[in-house]
């Protein structure tokens, strides 16, 4: 069975963060890194994905990274697993894959079977009633169905005994160069509902651009666009796209996707140095939603995604280099994480003083 590590390997003891999280659905650690620069002592993650879990050892020895179905954890006696007392836990944080609830994915919500893992969520809270919880996911969540899918959720979290609010918030706000919403809900547990308060962080005054976090960038490994495809985006100027080279060569490239509606914005898109990026993706290449490099005719690598993700440059990514870009893609900015997290800790202070 699986235990919380504690070991402090002969150095002395050191005053642990007062508040205790758990993270389900982890990947590689974006949130997690978020919530615990924001003074949090993560007890234990789950992570299926082989590659992410090891990407979150190799950056955390001490963290108990559990590498294993969430739906193998959630019908043990959790209490027991990580050695705490019902309701002693601070905060329980995570999201569930979001592929199912995407505008980019088939959006089956609950009919997909990806989607119905935020159930799994849903045990954890009932069995361990953490004074609060953190669930992110994609903003498409909010009018799914109709809204119907996302106010099942809503409704599953309140019968495990908590009071919810929610926000959508754009990492760019947030000390990200980069445009990427999340759905942030944060429930905090009906007894203390009064007692904690808990606000959604307030945007920066600055938000960063592409300028600001590419500078010196650590050597990385990253995928390359075929010579056709290298020598039409040398045409394309920074900040642009399709559009914005000759047409006939647009044409071409396109093929069936000329003749589609609407603006194709991603098509053929360049990145300019002078704004935010674009969401990063799972993958580099993808014709439909591009985001070739500003200064060079190739995608972004690997180091670059993971400085937009706000990732330090000590975080390494284990696996290959496909595996190394879905980690990233699928991270939560670990600075929003942090703002997020920022609120949710002042929140429980306001138990700890006495409030």
Same mark, same amino acid.
């Given at each position: 069975?699986?235990?919380?590590?504690?070991?402090?390997?002969?150095?002395?003891?050191?005053?642990?963060?007062?508040?205790?999280?758990?993270? =389900?659905? %982890?990947?590689?650690? +974006?949130? &997690?890194?978020?919530? #615990?620069?924001?003074?949090?002592?993560? $007890?234990?993650?789950?992570?299926?994905?082989?590659?992410?879990?090891?990407?979150?050892?190799?950056?955390?020895?001490?963290?108990?990274?559990?590498?294993?179905?969430?739906?193998?954890?959630?019908?043990?006696?959790?209490?027991?697993?990580?050695?705490?007392?019902?309701?002693?836990?601070?905060?329980?944080?995570?999201?569930?894959?979001?592929?199912?609830?995407?505008?980019?994915?088939?959006?089956?919500?609950?009919?997909?079977?990806?989607?119905?893992?935020?159930?799994?969520?849903?045990?954890?809270?009932?069995?361990?009633?953490?004074?609060?919880?953190?669930?992110?996911?994609?903003?498409?969540?909010?009018?799914?169905?109709?809204?119907?899918?996302?106010?099942?959720?809503?409704?599953?979290?309140?019968?495990?005994?908590?009071?919810?609010?929610?926000?959508? =918030?754009? %990492?760019?706000?947030? +000390?990200? &160069?980069?445009?990427? #919403?999340?759905?942030?809900?944060?429930? $905090?547990?009906?007894?203390?509902?009064?007692?904690?308060?808990?606000?959604?962080?307030?945007?920066?005054?600055?938000?960063?651009?592409?300028?600001?976090?590419?500078?010196?960038?650590?050597?990385?490994?990253?995928?390359?666009?075929?010579?056709?495809?290298?020598?039409?985006?040398?045409?394309?100027?920074?900040?642009?796209?399709?559009?914005?080279?000759?047409?006939?060569?647009?044409?071409?490239?396109?093929?069936?996707?000329?003749?589609?509606?609407?603006?194709?914005?991603?098509?053929?898109?360049?990145?300019?140095?002078?704004?935010?990026?674009?969401?990063?993706?799972?993958?580099?290449?993808?014709?439909?939603?591009?985001?070739?490099?500003?200064?060079?005719?190739?995608?972004?690598?690997?180091?670059?995604?993971?400085?937009?993700?706000?990732?330090?440059?000590?975080?390494?990514?284990?696996? +290959?280099?496909?595996?190394?870009?879905?980690?990233?893609?699928?991270?939560?900015?670990?600075?929003?994480?942090?703002?997020?997290?920022?609120?949710?800790?002042?929140?429980?202070?306001?138990?700890?003083?006495?409030?």
């Amino acid at each position: 069975m699986n235990q919380p590590i504690n070991s402090n390997n002969g150095l002395p003891q050191i005053t642990k963060p007062p508040f205790t999280t758990i993270e =389900l659905f %982890a990947g590689a650690g +974006g949130l &997690a890194l978020g919530i #615990e620069k924001a003074g949090f002592n993560t $007890i234990g993650l789950i992570e299926f994905d082989k590659d992410a879990a090891d990407t979150l050892k190799e950056n955390r020895p001490d963290w108990n990274v559990i590498c294993d179905d969430i739906a193998n954890i959630s019908p043990l006696d959790l209490s027991e697993y990580f050695n705490l007392e019902v309701g002693e836990l601070d905060l329980l944080s995570g999201g569930a894959p979001c592929q199912a609830f995407s505008y980019a994915g088939k959006r089956l919500g609950l009919e997909d079977a990806r989607g119905t893992l935020f159930y799994h969520y849903a045990v954890f809270l009932q069995k361990l009633q953490p004074k609060t919880f953190l669930f992110e996911n994609v903003r498409g969540l909010l009018t799914h169905d109709g809204g119907r899918t996302y106010q099942t959720i809503l409704n599953v979290f309140a019968e495990c005994g908590y009071s919810i609010q929610k926000q959508v =918030l754009n %990492a760019w706000d947030y +000390g990200n &160069a980069q445009k990427r #919403e999340r759905l942030i809900t944060i429930g $905090i547990r009906n007894d203390l509902v009064g007692k904690i308060k808990i606000a959604f962080p307030k945007p920066h005054e600055y938000k960063p651009v592409l300028r600001d976090v590419l500078q010196n960038v650590p050597e990385s490994v990253g995928a390359q666009y075929s010579d056709y495809k290298r020598d039409i985006f040398k045409l394309v100027p920074p900040g642009g796209y399709w559009r914005d080279i000759p047409e006939d060569i647009a044409k071409a490239y396109m093929k069936n996707c000329w003749n589609m509606g609407g603006g194709r914005t991603g098509i053929l898109r360049r990145m300019s140095m002078n704004e935010p990026s674009l969401a990063v993706l799972t993958s580099p290449t993808q014709k439909q939603t591009e985001r070739c490099h500003p200064l060079e005719p190739r995608p972004f690598n690997v180091r670059e995604n993971a400085r937009i993700q706000s990732f330090p440059d000590e975080w390494e990514f284990c696996g +290959g280099i496909g595996s190394q870009y879905k980690q990233v893609g699928n991270a939560v900015p670990v600075n929003l994480a942090l703002d997020v997290a920022t609120e949710i800790r002042k929140g429980l202070e306001q138990i700890s003083c006495g409030n």
